[in-house]
């Protein structure tokens, strides 16, 4: 890939240092959606950033390193949109926006195919699969959080195992709709955002007992 991205200006050495980082991280997601992983070289990164082949090293030792700076940017974002959640309402709307955002290639949020790669590679890497298991249960903790909350006064309605179960099913729910957003975009839309509603309505449910 020849295409470089656009060159910033920094006023002090560590914020041009954030700057370069936050290049090589967005010419990296370029390269790994555009190419695949394993045909996207450190080099073809560090031209797509528009630095030079020695340079990035400075910043990342390895792909790797890059794929878990990559996760942990996109923690920050999870954590960020659990909490901003009120109702099962609310999260049935975000997940259809987040459907739609991947369908539509939205850079703007995690692209559908970049996770699969990152899944992927995961497999073979051990640090990656460490990244994305502890960013999954930071999240994850933070989501059983907010359903306690919702709770309120009957904690007793559901118990430690319920929860877990729900939070499970509700992360394989949406990993499955990353893989559908990019390998079945001709899903009827009216049909996604039911199975949305069925789904969250069904799992956020206070009033439904243990799962054990």
């Not at 790669?117 to 699969?129: C, H, L, N, P, V």
């Not at 904690?155 to 939070?167: K, M, N, T």
């Not at 499955?176 to 390998?183: C, P, Q």
């Amino acid at each position: 890939m020849s295409a470089r991205l656009n060159d910033t200006e920094a006023c002090d050495p560590k914020e041009r240092g954030q700057q370069q980082r936050e290049r090589i991280l967005c010419a990296a997601k370029r390269c790994f959606i555009d190419n695949g992983f394993h045909a996207a070289s450190m080099a073809n990164i560090a031209e797509t950033a528009g630095i030079s082949a020695g340079l990035i090293y400075r910043y990342f030792d390895s792909k790797s390193a890059i794929v878990q700076a990559i996760i942990e940017g996109q923690l920050v974002e999870r954590q960020e949109g659990i909490a901003s959640l009120q109702t099962e309402r609310h999260l049935a709307d975000r997940l259809q926006e987040l459907y739609r955002s991947w369908r539509d290639g939205d850079p703007s949020v995690m692209n559908a195919a970049l996770f699969l790669e990152m899944s992927a590679e995961a497999t073979r890497d051990k640090q990656i699969a460490s990244a994305l298991t502890k960013a999954d249960r930071t999240c994850g903790d933070q989501f059983l959080a907010w359903m306690r909350e919702r709770a309120g006064s009957k904690p007793e309605a559901v118990d430690e195992r319920s929860l877990r179960v729900r939070e499970l099913v509700l992360l394989a729910f949406i990993e499955g709709l990353a893989v559908r957003a990019v390998r079945e975009r001709g899903d009827d839309a009216d049909l996604v955002a039911d199975a949305i509603r069925c789904v969250t309505e069904t799992l956020l449910d206070v009033d439904s007992r243990s799962a054990a």
